[in-house]
């Protein structure tokens, strides 16, 4: 008897020590989320829109699955889509080169072909915390390990949505180390009776569930897999742009897994998102991961009752289907492709009526497309008996292929005179050339190709973009080949120009510690206002060769241009020079829109005047898909620059509403907005003045 005691009361104790506390403090009753422990498991019901009520179970016993049920349902009923799921995210943890270029802003890295070594996110659930962050829920769980890192699992419910992001909050005090993650949700017994998704031609596919021992990766539209269960559906994708690293081919390099064991790491039969090792198999810099920083290593699932699939277009619509939504008063343009079209119609390659690469940019709703060529191939700068065919056949093919809502407009990565690596545009064909020898005219009249221009060094160059009224600006500022620029060059008379724009913002290098994308350009943006130059930001996206079937949206970005209607290619495009220089234009991902931003009424353009108290009334007009995160007004007085940050985390996801903020730009030179929302896309606008 004694003896079956102190097994009894050893069993308890063990169980007593594997349930894990919960932490309830942080969590506000009102705010419409139901939170209960019970039976050794946290109870988390929300609301998810459409009278249905969303249900997550997290188990409170180490030695279980960390949910437990994963359901949604109604008041009367709940349906369970899966149990006894784990998250289950790999690091693969490599090495920064931060000493031979410009330290954590390093593009040409190779951290693919160095040493590296792959850990899966191990947790020993030590404790439990809920907490309410405005309309949305938090779950904490303690007690992650991968490597070099440390954390936890984080589960966030968002109010009014089947939504869920998932992720591993890790940190590290290890220097100068890069990562790239893979991460789905694995268990022990696949719960799952067949599996669905879009394949890249955008015909749904399925594969029912049979035992195996294998892993199956596959390129796929919309980033997404699907798990069917008895009474439901579960996708999970990642977030549409934050989830790709900078390359320079957007290539589809099959982002979803599904199957047994994967990599070797995952026990268990899962189903997730996946990065390929080696990337485009050029230069390979994957994440940053600075000491001390806490970095998102995270996915989103989307529950739903449908069956076969249908949930798909519930994830589509937050990333509008991969479509950049059209706005009255605006048309989309996109700039810098490396596509050497003219390199492929001059070396006679078979192409179609269409190429691929103008089906991809009209599939996406991009309206006008600003090319990079002759980047590799091709004649820059001679001989003139190359270059200027070269630039007959490219201003013949843009012609070609413009028309209805699409313009494709001829332009180059000069990289010559100025310093760093820049951009051009011009508002019509302009024959020109990066060399002059010493007895040639920088003019004259050609019999076949009419005014021809030969430029020598930065002065003439800066005469050429004012003659025929075009606009250059730095790419990848600050990274890459333009390393140190624009700030060499930012007292030069070419850059202090009405002719040189200013720069270009992508998404380059990636740091998932950041609730936004792009912070290099974008401080660049904010120290050339405070160098006293009206100076704007464009969009840029900087790649290479694009097919249909490519990952293009999410390595896109765009500028909605305001214009009163599309130019004609025949007629010139001045409109969008104009446009550009003037700052009519916002830049977004996509999924957050600000089509309407004024200072005191004043648009870019113009100057807003302060109240004798120093206020100005910021107006914008948002839209966006995923909720909000945050909104950040900022702005400079030629000196410092200042952040105000206001918390839109009570926004739900699929959202429209006319902000007004009142800010006090006492002292203030300038200002500008940007939107994130959490899944760190996100909209800025361009600069305002203030007298």
């Excluded at 437990?68 to 920064?96: C, E, F, H, M, N």
């Excluded at 080696?278 to 989307?302: E, I, S």
């Excluded at 200042?642 to 006492?666: C, P, S, V, W």
Aim: net charge neutral.
């Amino acid at each position: 008897m004694r003896k079956n005691l102190i097994v009894f009361l050893s069993v308890l104790a063990g169980a007593l020590q594997a349930q894990v506390p919960v932490d309830l403090k942080s969590f506000d009753k009102k705010s419409g989320v139901q939170a209960s422990v019970s039976d050794a498991a946290l109870h988390i019901e929300w609301p998810a829109g459409n009278a249905e009520t969303g249900k997550v179970s997290i188990d409170l016993d180490k030695t279980h699955a960390l949910i437990g049920s994963l359901g949604i349902g109604t008041k009367t009923k709940q349906y369970t889509i899966a149990r006894d799921l784990d998250p289950a995210i790999i690091l693969t943890v490599g090495k920064r080169d931060l000493v031979s270029q410009n330290g954590w802003n390093i593009f040409f890295d190779k951290t693919a072909y160095q040493k590296y070594q792959s850990y899966a996110v191990k947790l020993d659930k030590t404790d439990v915390k809920v907490s309410t962050n405005g309309s949305r829920t938090e779950i904490t769980i303690n007690g992650a390990k991968a490597g070099p890192f440390a954390g936890a699992i984080q589960l966030t419910l968002y109010n009014g949505s089947p939504l869920m992001n998932v992720a591993a909050v890790m940190t590290t005090n290890v220097d100068s180390l890069a990562v790239i993650y893979d991460a789905g949700l694995t268990s022990r017994t696949s719960p799952w009776e067949k599996l669905l998704w879009a394949d890249t031609d955008d015909f749904m596919r399925n594969v029912a569930i049979t035992k195996m021992d294998t892993v199956e990766m596959m390129a796929v539209k919309y980033r997404t897999i699907i798990g069917q269960g008895k009474e439901g559906n579960l996708a999970v994708f990642p977030a549409p742009h934050q989830y790709f690293y900078p390359l320079d081919n957007c290539y589809n390099l099959e982002h979803i897994w599904y199957g047994d064991n994967y990599r070797n790491l995952l026990p268990g039969f899962g189903i997730g998102i996946r990065h390929d090792l080696l990337g485009d198999r050029r230069w390979v810099p994957w994440f940053n991961a600075p000491p001390g920083t806490q970095q998102r290593y995270n996915f989103f699932c989307l529950l739903s009752r449908e069956k076969d699939g249908k949930v798909l277009e519930n994830v589509k619509a937050f990333t509008h289907s991969d479509k950049y939504e059209p706005i009255p008063g605006y048309y989309t343009m996109a700039s810098h492709f490396h596509q050497e079209h003219i390199d492929d119609v001059l070396t006679r390659k078979p192409l179609p009526d269409m190429p691929g690469f103008v089906k991809a940019f009209r599939n996406t709703g991009v309206n006008i497309v600003h090319l990079a060529e002759f980047h590799g191939p091709g004649s820059p700068r001679g001989p003139e008996a190359k270059r200027w065919p070269e630039l007959k056949t490219m201003f013949a093919e843009c012609a070609r292929l413009s028309g209805g809502n699409f313009l494709l407009l001829p332009g180059e990565e000069p990289n010559n005179f100025f310093g760093g690596h820049w951009m051009n545009i011009f508002p019509k064909p302009v024959y020109w050339l990066m060399s002059r020898e010493k007895d040639q005219p920088f003019v004259e009249n050609h019999p076949e190709y009419g005014k021809v221009y030969r430029i020598g060094n930065k002065d003439e160059m800066l005469k050429l973009l004012e003659i025929e009224n075009g606009l250059a600006w730095t790419a990848h500022a600050r990274t890459k080949g333009s390393t140190g620029f624009p700030d060499k060059h930012k007292d030069e008379t070419f850059y202090k120009s009405d002719h040189f724009l200013g720069a270009a913002w992508k998404a380059m290098p990636a740091d998932l510690s950041q609730p936004k994308l792009g912070k290099r350009v974008l401080d660049l943006m904010d120290d050339m206002a405070n160098w006293g130059y009206k100076k704007n930001v464009l969009a840029e996206a900087d790649l290479f060769r694009i097919e249909p079937n490519y990952e293009l949206y999410g390595h896109l970005n765009i500028n909605y241009l305001q214009l009163d209607e599309m130019p004609r290619f025949e007629d010139g495009w001045q409109p969008v020079l104009d446009a550009m220089r003037k700052g009519k234009f916002f830049v977004t991902t996509g999924e957050v829109l600000i089509p309407t931003f004024k200072v005191n009424n004043a648009v870019v353009g113009e100057t807003a005047k302060p109240d004798a108290k120093g206020n100005v009334e910021i107006t914008l007009d948002a839209k966006w898909t995923f909720p909000l995160n945050r909104a950040e007004v900022i702005s400079g007085d030629g000196k410092e620059v200042f952040h105000e940050i206001i918390n839109l985390n009570d926004t739900q996801a699929f959202g429209q509403k006319n902000y007004k903020f009142t800010q006090n730009m006492r002292g203030r030179k300038w200002l500008r907005v940007e939107l994130w929302d959490v899944a760190a896309n996100g909209a800025f606008t361009q600069i305002i003045w203030l007298e």
